[in-house]
């Protein structure tokens, strides 16, 4: 039985749908077919690693492709998950995807929006959801990850480097995975499409999200990708795009991080300009 030898652990609201599209270009790489986030180590641990192998069944899968994996948001911050995954998987590869940590926020409050049908605004949200914020405290995450993994097992993606430049992106993914980087290609459109915006119709939108979860329980998913494929979503109307942060809240979330990302920096060990300069709001008062 095949079972992954690389998986994408996160983050959550940080490119795991754009690096999930662009992985599943590279005729080398398996991902299951039936459900883009497995989720098993963090939602489905109690159904077994038998319903686990039944996402990567064909025995030939390992005879065609030199990398198998599934990529699920919540593995980073779900701290049961490094040690859950160390015991199954102790020679997995990692990949994480970090984005700015301000603009993560902001799209989490964008997918309740669009999700959940919430009337809030951003201030009070981040406010009544201190969650939100922790979400975007990286290095302990990735720290609870380096407990269990050595540091050649994590891969660290910024998200803004892989929009900006993804043939390099590719490169450092293949070099990671073993296997061609020039056979990836770049997903047309793919980027938007875990876009936030606001519904028409948000309370019957969060519904059929909560029916689309309870099909997934139990074993539906080919009927949740069929309506995702079909554009059920476009049932519930669009009424434009999320706004733009305000500069307030975006200059408070940047003193929130400040530290975060000096950290992140650190790990990396390269300069996170393309975050500091679209969180650098002026001070002053404008005329």
């Keep these: 039985m095949a079972l992954p030898n690389f998986l994408g652990i996160g983050a959550q609201r940080c490119g795991t749908t754009w690096l999930d599209a662009n992985l599943r270009t590279h005729p080398h790489i ?11 180590f963090d ?8 319903w686990y192998e039944s996402y990567f069944p064909d025995e030939k899968i390992e005879s065609h492709h030199q990398a198998i994996g599934e990529v699920t948001a919540m593995y980073l911050s779900d701290p049961s998950c490094p040690g859950r995954i160390a015991e199954q998987l102790p020679s997995v590869n990692l990949i994480a995807v970090l984005r700015n940590p301000v603009d ?22 981040i406010e009544q959801n201190p969650e939100v914020i922790e979400r975007g405290k990286y290095v302990r995450q990735l720290h609870r990850y380096l407990d269990h993994f050595s540091r050649d097992q994590l891969l660290i993606i ?5 929009i900006q430049e993804p043939a390099t992106i590719h490169r450092k993914i293949g070099d990671f995975l073993g296997i061609p980087p020039d056979l990836f290609s770049v997903p047309e459109q793919q980027q938007k499409k875990n876009s936030s915006y606001i519904p028409r119709f948000p309370r019957l939108r969060a519904s059929a999200r909560r029916v689309g979860k309870s099909f997934r329980k139990y074993g539906f998913d080919r009927v949740v990708e069929w309506a995702k494929a079909v554009g059920i979503d476009r049932m519930f109307g669009n009424v434009g795009s999320l706004p733009s942060m305000r500069d307030e809240d975006r200059r408070y979330l940047a003193e929130q991080y400040a530290q975060e990302i000096e950290q992140v920096e650190a790990l990396l060990d390269r300069d996170l300009g393309v975050w500091k300069s679209a969180n650098a709001i002026d001070n002053e008062e404008q005329p």
């Design 30 to 40: 398996y991902l299951p077919a039936s459900r883009k986030e497995v989720q098993f």
């Design 43 to 50: 939602c489905n641990y109690e159904r077994g690693n038998d």
């Design 104 to 125: 993560r926020a902001y799209s989490h409050y964008g997918l309740r929006i669009r999700d959940q049908g919430i009337q809030t605004d951003f201030r009070s949200f």
């Design 158 to 162: 910024v998200f803004e480097w892989f």
